[in-house]
Each structure stands twice: as C-alpha cells, then as structure tokens.
C-alpha cells in the first residue's frame, strides 16, 4: 500500500519535520525506518483528511479508508488543537511551535 498526494506534515515522535512533506511515499518509509523509534506521524486537518488517497487493493472505496485509517484509534488520534494533538501523541509540546509555523504557509 502506499499514499498519494501526501502534501501533509510528517513528524518524527520527538517533533521534528524528518523530511519534505511531497516527498514519494517509499521515500517517506525508508526514512521513517531510519528514525531512532521507526514511528512517525502524519499531521493534517480536516481539508486534508478530504483529500488524503491510498493506493492499493480495495482502498478505492473511501468507506474502507474511513473505517480502517480515520477510524482506529489504534493508528489515529485526533484533537481540537495541535496543543492537545501533541499531548494525545505524546510528542514534545515544542511541536506546536513547529506545526503552528508550517500550517501558516
């Protein structure tokens, strides 16, 4: 499986950006796994989340992506704020500073 249009933000589990946002998805897991925790997180709003694709089998039907992605808790948190988004995720409050920077352009 891999993601298409990935244009969201990719924070490492200590809350630094580790690569570019538009980079090809087998990029993005090379690096990923290259991380000291080999866990990362994919941060966008609810626009995004419009706009978030999987390609590979049986993921075209977008009540699938709802259900098996949006929906687990076991692989996403959500939250009002990037504050509370940080806390959930237990990623260094100096997050925010980065992800409020990087939503802003």
């Known amino acids: 499986m891999s993601l298409n249009r990935?244009?969201?933000l990719w924070i490492s589990q200590d809350g630094k950006r580790f690569i570019q946002e538009r980079t090809a998805s087998h990029f993005?897991?090379?690096?990923m796994v290259e991380?000291?925790?080999?866990?990362?997180?994919?941060?966008?709003d609810s626009d995004?989340?419009?706009h978030f694709e999987v390609a590979g089998t049986d993921c075209a039907d977008r009540s699938k992506i709802?259900?098996?992605i949006f929906d687990n808790p076991a692989i996403t948190i959500q939250a009002d704020s990037l504050s509370?988004?940080?806390?959930?995720?237990?990623?260094?409050?100096?997050?925010?500073?980065?992800?409020?920077?990087?939503?802003?352009s």
């Open 66 to 68: 709802e259900k098996l």
């Open 6 to 8: 990935i244009t969201y």
């Open 84 to 104: 509370d988004l940080s806390a959930k995720a237990g990623i260094p409050a100096r997050a925010t500073g980065i992800l409020s920077e990087s939503t802003r």
């Open 35 to 44: 991380l000291p925790s080999s866990r990362a997180w994919l941060i966008f």
């Open 48 to 50: 995004g989340k419009h």
């Open 28 to 31: 993005v897991l090379k690096a």
